[in-house]
C-alpha cells in the first residue's frame, strides 16, 4: 500500500494530535483528556538561541581546538568545512525538516516515515539519556569550580604546605605558604611544626593537584571505586535542580533561560580573545593552532575524526533537533535555519580555539622561558666549573637568561645541545601547548593553570566556570527536550502530567548520576563520553538516512518540503541523502567499529604515587558494561522492526476473518469499506420503514 505524503498544516487543531492520531487521522475534535494543542516558539529569536544553544556545547570550546591543533591545523579546518557542506548540513536538514512537517518528536516522526524503524526514535531517546546523565556531572564540576573562584588567592595557584610535628602532635596540612614552622613549647617539650610541599603536588602541579586530589579526590584505577566525594554529591542535587527548574514548563520555561544561557558565553568568549591578545605568547599560540599541515589529508584517522566531531557538534541523531523544530509553523524556512545554525556553530568553535590558544600561548611562553632561563643557570654554572668547552658556548649573553630570545636558544640548542653535559633541554613551545588540551584537561587544568597567572585571576576564574556552566545548561535543555518532547507525544498519559514527568526523569538522573560522583566516577563519565554515545548515535543516524531516502523515498521527502516550504530544494539533495551522506556515515561506523575491536579500549587514570597521568586498559568487567551501554541503545531498533512485522501480521489475519465474516452488498452508492456499506444499508432501511 502506497505510503501517505507528511501531514499538511490545513487546520492548527492537528498540530498536537498524538502518534496514533497521525497514523490514522479521522478529522474527529480531540477529547477533553488529551492534551492542549502543541506548543510553538513566541519568535525566531527563540527558536534559534535554542537550536545555536543546543547545538554549541562544551565540545566547541574543549575539543574542537585540540582536533584542529592535533590535525593540521588550518587543513583541518578546510576539511572540517568540506565534511560540513557534504554531510552535516544535509543531515541537519533532514532533521529539521522531518519534524517541521511531521509535528511531532523523535518517536513519532520515525515511527510515521517508517513504521518498521519506529525504534530510531526510542534509541535517541536513551542515547539522550546516558548522556544527559554524565553531562550534569561535568555541570557539577563546573559549579564547584565557580564557588572556589571567590577567594584570593585561587586554591589551585600554589601547592598546599604538609606539617610535620617533632613530638607528639600529628602532622596535618594547611594552605598558607607564609608560614614555614611553628614552635610549640609546653612545660615539658618543645615541638617544631615544619611546612612542606605535598609531594603529590610537588610532583605535579598545582592546578593537576586540586583537580585529582581536592575536587574528584580520585582513585589510583577504575577498579577502586572509593567513597562517594560530598562536594560533588552537593553540586550533583544543585545542576540537576537548576535544569529541572528550567523545564519546568517546557520550552516556556527553559527558552526564558537560554535567553541568557546562549548569549552569555558569546560575551566571556569575546572578553577572554579581547584579554588574550594582550599577552605575551598569544601570537606564538595562534600561529602554532593555524599552521596548516596538508600532509594530514592522507591519515584516514584524521578524516574519522573531522566527520565526528561534524556529527557531534551539530548534535545530529539525538532527536533534539527534531524535538525544538516541531515547534516551528510549517511555513518556516528550514533550509535556511540549517545553514545559519550550522555556520554559527563553526564560527563559535573558531572563536573558542582562538581564545583557547591565545591564552594557552601565554601559558606556554612563560613555561618555556622558566625553562630556558632554569637551563641558561645551569650552562652558567658548567662554565664556571670547566665542564663546558668554551666552543660550544652561544653567542647571546648567557649571562643574563631573561634577555635571551627564545629562538636564539633554540637554534643554539639545536646544534650545540646534545653536547653540553646535564640535563638540558629545547624547552619546545609547541610541547608545552600540547600538555592537557582536550576535554577536562584543557578546561579544569590548562585553563585553570593560565588564568591563575593573569591579574585579577578570581574574576578572569569565575566568568570562565560561568560560562561552562551556561554553555552545558543549553546542551542539558535540548537533550532533556529530546527524552521528554517524543515520550509525551507519544503517550497521552505522560502529555497530561509532562510537569510530573520532567521531575520525576530530574530525581532519576540524580539518583543513577550518584554513580559519577564516586572517587572513580571520572573514569566513569570518560567511560560514557567516549563510548556510550558514539557508536549508537552513529547507528542512529544510518538508519534515519536510509529510512528518509530509500524507504519513504528522497523524491517524496522533497516534494513535502516543496508543499510545506512553497518551494522545492535543490535535487542534489537526493543524490546527497541517498548516497554521499549514507556511504559516509557506513564508512564512519565501520572505522569507529574496527578501531574498538582492533585496540582495547583505555582510559587516563591519575596516579597518586607517580603524580602524573598514565594510560590503563579497562577492565574485562568495564568492558562487559560498555557491551551492555551500547546493547541497550539499540536493542529499541531490532525491537521495533519485530513489532512492526507482528502488528502487521495480526492486522492482516483481523482482515481476512473479517472478510470472511461479511459479504459485501453491492448498491449504487460508493463505498470504501464493508463497514460504511452496512452502516449506509442501515440507514435506506430505516428511511424506508419510517415513510
Same mark, same amino acid.
Not at 577572554?272 to 602554532?288: C, H, K, P, W, Y
Not at 630570545?405 to 633541554?425: D, I, S
Given at each position: 500500500?502506497?505510503?501517505?505524503?507528511?501531514?499538511?498544516?490545513? $487546520? $492548527?487543531?492537528?498540530?498536537?494530535?498524538?502518534?496514533?492520531?497521525?497514523?490514522?487521522?479521522?478529522?474527529?475534535?480531540?477529547?477533553s483528556?488529551?492534551?492542549?494543542?502543541?506548543?510553538?516558539?513566541?519568535?525566531?529569536?527563540?527558536?534559534?538561541?535554542?537550536?545555536?544553544?543546543?547545538?554549541?556545547?562544551?565540545?566547541?570550546?574543549?575539543?574542537?581546538?585540540?582536533?584542529?591543533?592535533?590535525?593540521?591545523?588550518?587543513?583541518?579546518?578546510?576539511?572540517?568545512?568540506?565534511?560540513?557542506?557534504?554531510?552535516?548540513?544535509?543531515l541537519?536538514?533532514?532533521?529539521?525538516?522531518?519534524?517541521?512537517a511531521?509535528?511531532?518528536g523523535?518517536?513519532? *516522526?520515525?515511527?510515521?516515515?517508517s513504521?518498521?524503524?519506529?525504534?530510531?526514535?526510542?534509541?535517541?531517546?536513551?542515547?539522550?539519556?546516558?548522556?544527559?546523565?554524565?553531562?550534569? *556531572?561535568?555541570?557539577?564540576?563546573?559549579?564547584?569550580?565557580?564557588?572556589?573562584?571567590?577567594?584570593?588567592?585561587?586554591?589551585?595557584?600554589?601547592?598546599?604546605?604538609?606539617?610535620?610535628v617533632?613530638?607528639?602532635?600529628?602532622?596535618?596540612?594547611?594552605?598558607?605558604?607564609?608560614?614555614?614552622?611553628?614552635?610549640?613549647?609546653?612545660?615539658?617539650?618543645?615541638?617544631?611544626l615544619?611546612?612542606?610541599?605535598?609531594p603529590?603536588?610537588?610532583?605535579?602541579?598545582?592546578?593537576s593537584?586540586?583537580?585529582?586530589?581536592?575536587?574528584?579526590?580520585?582513585?589510583?584505577?577504575?577498579?577502586?571505586?572509593?567513597?562517594?566525594?560530598?562536594?560533588?554529591?552537593?553540586?550533583?542535587?544543585?545542576?540537576?535542580?537548576?535544569?529541572?527548574?528550567?523545564?519546568?514548563?517546557?520550552?516556556?520555561?527553559?527558552?526564558? *533561560?537560554?535567553?541568557?544561557?546562549?548569549?552569555?558565553p558569546?560575551?566571556?568568549?569575546?572578553?577572554?580573545?579581547?584579554?588574550?591578545?594582550?599577552?605575551?605568547?598569544?601570537?606564538?599560540?595562534i600561529?602554532?593552532?593555524?599552521?596548516?599541515?596538508?600532509?594530514?589529508?592522507?591519515?584516514?584517522? *584524521?578524516?574519522?575524526?573531522?566527520?565526528?566531531?561534524v556529527?557531534?557538534?551539530?548534535?545530529?541523531?539525538?532527536?533534539?533537533?527534531?524535538?525544538?523544530?516541531?515547534? =516551528?509553523?510549517?511555513?518556516?524556512?528550514?533550509?535556511?535555519?540549517?545553514?545559519?545554525?550550522?555556520?554559527?556553530?563553526?564560527?563559535?568553535?573558531?572563536?573558542?580555539?582562538?581564545?583557547?590558544?591565545?591564552?594557552l600561548?601565554?601559558?606556554?611562553?612563560?613555561?618555556?622561558?622558566?625553562?630556558?632561563?632554569?637551563?641558561?643557570?645551569?650552562?652558567?654554572?658548567?662554565?664556571?666549573?670547566?665542564?663546558?668547552?668554551?666552543?660550544?658556548?652561544?653567542?647571546?649573553?648567557?649571562?643574563?637568561p631573561?634577555?635571551v630570545?627564545?629562538? =636564539?636558544?633554540?637554534?643554539?640548542?639545536?646544534?650545540?645541545?646534545?653536547?653540553?653535559?646535564?640535563?638540558?633541554?629545547?624547552?619546545?613551545?609547541?610541547?608545552?601547548?600540547?600538555?592537557?588540551?582536550?576535554?577536562?584537561?584543557?578546561?579544569?587544568?590548562?585553563?585553570?593553570?593560565?588564568?591563575?597567572l593573569?591579574?585579577?585571576?578570581?574574576?578572569?576564574?569565575?566568568?570562565?566556570?560561568?560560562?561552562?556552566?551556561?554553555?552545558?545548561?543549553?546542551?542539558?535543555?535540548?537533550?532533556?527536550?529530546?527524552?521528554?518532547?517524543?515520550?509525551?507525544?507519544?503517550f497521552?498519559?505522560?502529555?497530561?502530567?509532562?510537569?510530573?514527568?520532567?521531575?520525576?526523569?530530574?530525581?532519576?538522573?540524580?539518583?543513577?548520576?550518584?554513580?559519577?560522583?564516586?572517587?572513580?566516577?571520572?573514569?566513569?563519565?570518560?567511560?560514557?563520553?567516549?563510548?556510550?554515545?558514539?557508536?549508537?548515535?552513529?547507528?542512529?543516524?544510518?538508519?534515519?538516512?536510509?529510512?528518509?531516502?530509500?524507504?519513504?523515498?528522497?523524491?517524496?521527502?522533497?516534494?513535502?518540503?516543496?508543499?510545506?516550504?512553497?518551494?522545492?530544494?535543490?535535487?542534489?539533495?537526493?543524490?546527497?541523502w541517498?548516497?554521499?551522506?549514507?556511504?559516509?556515515?557506513?564508512g564512519l561506523?565501520?572505522?569507529t567499529?574496527?578501531?574498538?575491536?582492533?585496540?582495547?579500549?583505555?582510559?587516563v587514570?591519575? =596516579?597518586?604515587?607517580?603524580a602524573?597521568?598514565?594510560?590503563?586498559?579497562?577492565?574485562?568487567?568495564?568492558?562487559?558494561?560498555?557491551?551492555?551501554?551500547?546493547?541497550?541503545?539499540?536493542?529499541?531498533?531490532?525491537?521495533?522492526?519485530?513489532?512492526?512485522?507482528l502488528?502487521d501480521?495480526?492486522?492482516?489475519?483481523?482482515?481476512?476473518?473479517?472478510i470472511?465474516?461479511?459479504?459485501?452488498?453491492?448498491?449504487?452508492?460508493k463505498?470504501?469499506?464493508?463497514?460504511?456499506?452496512?452502516?449506509?444499508?442501515?440507514?435506506k432501511?430505516?428511511?424506508?420503514a419510517?415513510?
Amino acid at each position: 500500500m502506497e505510503k501517505l505524503p507528511l501531514p499538511a498544516d490545513d $487546520d $492548527d487543531n492537528n498540530i498536537g494530535t498524538t502518534e496514533s492520531e497521525v497514523d490514522c487521522y479521522s478529522g474527529q475534535e480531540q477529547s477533553s483528556s488529551e492534551p492542549a494543542a502543541r506548543a510553538g516558539w513566541n519568535s525566531k529569536i527563540e527558536y534559534f538561541l535554542a537550536q545555536v544553544g543546543f547545538s554549541v556545547g562544551l565540545g566547541n570550546v574543549w575539543r574542537f581546538p585540540y582536533l584542529c591543533h592535533q590535525n593540521g591545523g588550518g587543513s583541518f579546518l578546510l576539511l572540517y568545512i568540506l565534511l560540513m557542506l557534504v554531510i552535516g548540513i544535509p543531515l541537519f536538514f533532514l532533521e529539521l525538516a522531518a519534524g517541521q512537517a511531521i509535528r511531532q518528536g523523535s518517536i513519532g *516522526v520515525w515511527k510515521f516515515i517508517s513504521p518498521r524503524l519506529k525504534g530510531i526514535g526510542y534509541s535517541s531517546c536513551v542515547v539522550c539519556f546516558f548522556v544527559a546523565l554524565y553531562y550534569n *556531572v561535568i555541570l557539577a564540576w563546573s559549579l564547584f569550580y565557580l564557588g572556589n573562584s571567590f577567594q584570593y588567592p585561587l586554591p589551585w595557584e600554589q601547592c598546599p604546605k604538609e606539617g610535620n610535628v617533632t613530638g607528639k602532635h600529628k602532622a596535618f596540612k594547611q594552605t598558607d605558604t607564609r608560614c614555614y614552622y611553628i614552635v610549640f613549647e609546653t612545660s615539658t617539650i618543645s615541638s617544631f611544626l615544619l611546612f612542606t610541599p605535598v609531594p603529590e603536588c610537588e610532583k605535579s602541579s598545582p592546578t593537576s593537584y586540586f583537580w585529582y586530589r581536592k575536587a574528584l579526590d580520585v582513585t589510583d584505577s577504575i577498579d577502586e571505586t572509593g567513597s562517594f566525594n560530598p562536594y560533588i554529591v552537593c553540586c550533583l542535587l544543585a545542576a540537576w535542580t537548576i535544569v529541572c527548574l528550567g523545564m519546568f514548563k517546557g520550552i516556556k520555561s527553559s527558552v526564558k *533561560v537560554m535567553y541568557f544561557s546562549s548569549i552569555f558565553p558569546y560575551v566571556v568568549l569575546f572578553c577572554f580573545l579581547v584579554r588574550g591578545l594582550m599577552l605575551d605568547g598569544a601570537s606564538e599560540g595562534i600561529t602554532f593552532m593555524f599552521y596548516p599541515k596538508l600532509e594530514i589529508w592522507a591519515d584516514v584517522q *584524521v578524516w574519522r575524526q573531522a566527520a565526528t566531531q561534524v556529527f557531534f557538534a551539530l548534535g545530529l541523531g539525538f532527536g533534539s533537533i527534531i524535538a525544538y523544530s516541531s515547534y =516551528n509553523p510549517k511555513n518556516n524556512n528550514c533550509h535556511r535555519d540549517a545553514f545559519i545554525v550550522s555556520s554559527i556553530n563553526f564560527l563559535t568553535s573558531v572563536l573558542a580555539t582562538l581564545v583557547v590558544f591565545a591564552v594557552l600561548g601565554f601559558r606556554a611562553k612563560l613555561k618555556v622561558t622558566a625553562c630556558v632561563v632554569g637551563n641558561l643557570k645551569d650552562l652558567s654554572e658548567q662554565v664556571r666549573s670547566g665542564f663546558v668547552d668554551k666552543t660550544l658556548m652561544p653567542d647571546f649573553n648567557y649571562s643574563d637568561p631573561s634577555s635571551v630570545a627564545l629562538k =636564539n636558544y633554540k637554534e643554539w640548542f639545536k646544534q650545540y645541545g646534545n653536547m653540553v653535559p646535564g640535563n638540558l633541554t629545547d624547552c619546545d613551545l609547541e610541547e608545552e601547548m600540547q600538555k592537557g588540551v582536550e576535554g577536562t584537561g584543557l578546561a579544569f587544568i590548562a585553563f585553570t593553570e593560565a588564568m591563575s597567572l593573569l591579574p585579577g585571576s578570581p574574576f578572569w576564574s569565575a566568568l570562565f566556570f560561568l560560562m561552562l556552566l551556561n554553555l552545558g545548561l543549553s546542551t542539558m535543555f535540548g537533550t532533556m527536550e529530546g527524552i521528554l518532547a517524543p515520550l509525551t507525544d507519544r503517550f497521552k498519559t505522560l502529555a497530561n502530567n509532562k510537569t510530573k514527568l520532567t521531575i520525576f526523569s530530574c530525581i532519576i538522573g540524580f539518583i543513577i548520576g550518584l554513580l559519577f560522583t564516586q572517587r572513580c566516577g571520572n573514569y566513569f563519565v570518560m567511560m560514557f563520553d567516549d563510548y556510550s554515545a558514539t557508536l549508537p548515535l552513529i547507528i542512529v543516524v544510518v538508519f534515519e538516512t536510509f529510512s528518509v531516502s530509500w524507504l519513504y523515498g528522497a523524491d517524496r521527502f522533497l516534494d513535502d518540503i516543496e508543499v510545506m516550504l512553497g518551494w522545492r530544494p535543490s535535487v542534489i539533495y537526493k543524490y546527497l541523502w541517498k548516497y554521499i551522506c549514507l556511504l559516509a556515515m557506513l564508512g564512519l561506523l565501520g572505522a569507529t567499529t574496527i578501531q574498538m575491536l582492533i585496540k582495547r579500549p583505555t582510559y587516563v587514570a591519575w =596516579n597518586e604515587d607517580k603524580a602524573s597521568e598514565v594510560t590503563m586498559e579497562y577492565p574485562s568487567w568495564a568492558l562487559a558494561v560498555l557491551a551492555i551501554l551500547i546493547i541497550f541503545a539499540m536493542i529499541p531498533v531490532p525491537l521495533g522492526l519485530i513489532h512492526a512485522m507482528l502488528q502487521d501480521r495480526t492486522k492482516k489475519a483481523a482482515r481476512d476473518t473479517e472478510i470472511g465474516q461479511y459479504r459485501i452488498v453491492s448498491t449504487d452508492d460508493k463505498c470504501e469499506t464493508p463497514m460504511n456499506d452496512m452502516s449506509e444499508l442501515d440507514q435506506k432501511n430505516s428511511t424506508s420503514a419510517d415513510f
